[in-house]
T-cell receptor, first 115, second 113 residues
Framework: EAGVVQSPRYKIIEKKQPVAFWCNPI?????LYWYRQNLGQGPELLIR????????DSQLPKDRFSAERLKGVDSTLKIQPAELGDSAVYLC?????????????FGDGTRLSIL | RKEVEQDPGPFNVPEGATVAFNCTYS??????FFWYRQDCRKEPKLLMS?????NEDGRFTAQLNRASQYISLLIRDSKLSDSATYLC??????????????WGLGTSLAVNP
């Protein structure tokens, strides 16, 4: 079974530039998550999708972050403009939603560095 | 008080030792519990779910104590390859019946030769 696929693996940009990350979840998983993880911290949820609906985006900084999951499969997360504090690893995860007791499977993450 | 708390460690143990981590959670209505393992600069990977009756997978044993609101992970006969950060994850349902996963900050384990 193919896992969660993310790209790019690494991204280096200057502050104030836009950046986008892409995620392809495990086939059949209707729940998709975007997390941000800083060094030495646990993952912090940014947004959760059930199919194409964003059901929890309370932690997403909406002034500069946006996400979409058209057709309820692939998802993109965008930052515009990027700030120095956005340097982190951005993780995408998916689960076979249902009751919510299903564990999450993570992609390799995108390591973002802002110069 | 944080919703999920873990001792950050690091725990330094020799090969073959038995080591245990605890994780406390604040919401008595928490639904599900997981242990994830994260290697340096890698993504978290599910180690095991934690069931009410406790569960074992090889050298790993997970237990849940609802009365005291903690879960534990026991690693027996530790190997060098067990060196990683172990993340505790708790699933909560809020008033709107929306589920939310709360992640601990992780406990760092270093197994030494």
């Amino acid at each position: 079974e193919a896992g969660v696929v993310q790209s790019p693996r690494y991204k280096i940009i200057e502050k104030k530039q836009p950046v986008a990350f892409w995620c392809n979840p495990i086939s059949g998983h209707n729940t998709l998550y975007w997390y941000r993880q800083n060094l030495g911290q646990g993952p912090e949820l940014l947004i959760r999708y059930e199919n194409e609906e964003a059901v929890d985006d309370s932690q997403l900084p909406k002034d500069r972050f946006s996400a979409e999951r058209l057709k309820g499969v692939d998802s993109t997360l965008k930052i515009q403009p990027a700030e120095l504090g956005d340097s982190a690893v951005y993780l995408c995860a998916s689960s076979d939603g249902g009751s919510g007791n299903q564990p999450q499977h993570f992609g390799d993450g995108t390591r973002l560095s802002i110069l | 008080r944080k919703e999920v708390e873990q001792d950050p460690g690091p725990f330094n143990v020799p090969e073959g030792a038995t080591v245990a981590f605890n994780c406390t959670y604040s919401n008595s209505a928490s639904q599900s519990f997981f242990w994830y393992r994260q290697d340096c600069r890698k993504e978290p990977k599910l180690l095991m779910s934690v069931y009410s009756s406790g569960n074992e997978d090889g050298r790993f044993t997970a237990q849940l104590n609802r009365a005291s609101q903690y879960i534990s992970l026991l690693i027996r006969d530790s190997k060098l390859s067990d060196s990683a950060t172990y993340l505790c994850v708790v699933l909560n349902l809020n008033a709107g019946n929306n589920r939310k996963l709360i992640w601990g900050l992780g406990t760092s384990l270093a197994v030494n030769p």
